[in-house]
């Protein structure tokens, strides 16, 4: 006989909404269109992509895999809410990963959208071909998180947590702190009391009147700023507000577009991959995070969730992934139960569909979106040193260094900085002294975020006492470089056989590649020392 208070208990456990969903739903709704403001601001104001093909081909195929994400996470949590008879279950809240997104549109979308004009394509074709190389570097990062899903916890094992967390906190400071800091400061009344009133909110835990919600109330503040300096005639040179929203139907149909973008994503592998792997290793640990708040969802069901929307939304046009969110105790403090996720991904992908989202991100200035983004540089580069091991630290700052060498890579390849053939004059110039500092630089930033986890991974492993262990992670390095996997000295930083190199090309090849040999050579001697560690296990 049932007791009326499991009775009670299990109606509570069934309810779709509860009053704590809308403060979630505001919270995950603001990320997403953060997100995806920053995306279109990237392209469209930085890049000069045609305003079109990102909000009716890129934005519909993305706010689906927000959509699917969020309506399954939704089902998995009455699922475990009905299972343990719980009223208290919390669903995990999923949207478009801030930092692969960002680099998306930083690193891969905008530079390839340049590299087709350059080559002659029209601004329109360009933009096609550039969503077709989206599409499919979604497919490839949805397959590897499909394959990764049953394999999570050796990466986790085999990578140290300093490589993950670094790697991804070299590209948070370097290319997500600099690029959006620059945009922010050309608006430097708003750009800077926007970011210095997050910093207030969000750093120093400053105190709003009458308790008022921190991020929201700093976002609009900033919008009214600009808008308000722009129609007096003081803010930004040449202000224009932008058109009122558009309502237009633009479903995102399954299609085969991604296969002709399949090839383009050759040179921008070593970026995609370590998104994609990225990702996994992030939906391990805020699967852990849920369970130590007290909800035990099944990591393989969250992996799965996330490569299953992923790949959704590369087929639909897509052109950034969906993870898991790190927050998802903050929610269920924020009374947040089952129906935030809900309301969530109804509202970006509907929205993303009838053109609501893109109105709605037309009318964020890019100078408010940019602080955003440098705090959330700020934050993901903290975190990476608060969860890493005290003596890791050094191993982790190292790895950072990649990610300069590709940012001076990106400013170089602008014709606005310097011209093409001067750069090629550089980039050949020998002195006598070494290789060309530019092709240096080139040749460090191509694959910078592998190069990162295998030289943070190293290097863990030496403070760790386990040379051997760094020995193979060096000569994995050496392999990598032959093909161009890392340290491509290929134009573009594509793939190529070391036996078809020529000239110069085929000498930093081998230079970079003997580097790798001589110093893993050099470990294994010093591991024949007695007391040395000679453990190389990596299962």
Known sequence: MTTPTATATAT??????????????????????????????????????????????????????????????????????????????TAMPLGLDAPTSIGMALLVLGPAFVGYKAAGLDPHAGAIATWKLGMASLVVMGVLKFLLSFAGAWVTRV??????????????????????????????????????????????????????????????????????????????????PPAAVQWHLAFPWPSLGFVDGLPATLPYLPL?????????????????????????????????????????????GGVAQTTPYIGQPAYKHMGARQGYTLLTGLFIGLGGMLGLVSGLVQWLPLAVLAPIIVYVAIDITTQAFEAT?????????????????????????????????????????????GLPEVAVIKTLGNGFIITSMLWITSVVAMIDGR???????????????????????????????????????????????AAYLALAAALALLSLQPGANPEVTLD
């Open 159 to 240: 990578l140290p947590r300093a490589a993950l967390l670094g790697s991804i906190a070299g590209v948070a400071l370097v290319l997500m702190g600099f690029f959006p800091l620059i945009e922010a400061l050309r608006v430097p009344v708003v750009g800077f009391v926007t970011l210095g009133l997050l910093l207030y909110v969000l750093v120093a835990k400053g105190r709003l009147p009458f308790r008022l919600p921190g991020v929201p109330l700093v976002f609009a503040f900033g919008t009214a700023l600009y808008y308000a300096l722009g129609f007096a005639g003081l803010g930004a040179p040449g202000f224009v």
């Open 467 to 513: 040379l051997r262990r760094a020995c193979v992670v060096l000569l994995v390095a050496a392999t990598l470089t032959a093909f161009g996997v890392i340290h491509s000295v290929d134009p573009r930083g594509g793939l190529h056989l070391p036996w078809q190199l020529q000239g110069l090309a085929s000498t930093i090849n081998l230079q970079f590649m």
């Open 389 to 433: 091991p005290r003596q890791h630290a050094a191993a982790m700052v190292l790895g950072f260094l990649p990610s300069v060498a590709y940012m001076l890579a990106i400013k170089l390849g602008n014709p606005a900085w310097i011209a093409p053939e001067k750069l090629a004059e550089l980039a050949g110039a020998l002195d006598g002294h």
């Open 12 to 89: 509570a456990a069934n309810r779709w909404f509860v009053p704590g969903d809308w403060n979630g739903f505001f919270g995950l709704v603001v990320d997403n269109l953060s997100i995806l403001a920053f995306i279109a601001a990237a392209l469209i104001g930085i890049f000069g992509f045609p305003a079109d093909v990102v909000f009716q081909r890129m934005f519909p195929g993305t706010a689906l895999g927000v959509l699917i994400g969020n309506l399954i996470y939704t089902a998995l949590a009455r699922r475990l809410a009905a299972r343990s008879g719980r009223a208290d279950v």
């Open 272 to 316: 995609l991959l370590p998104f994609g792997l990225l990702m996994v290793v992030g939906g391990i640990n805020v699967s852990e995070s849920a369970r130590a708040a007290g909800d035990d969802y099944s990591t393989r069901d969250i992996l799965l969730t996330e490569a299953f929307s992923t790949l959704a939304a590369g087929i639909c």
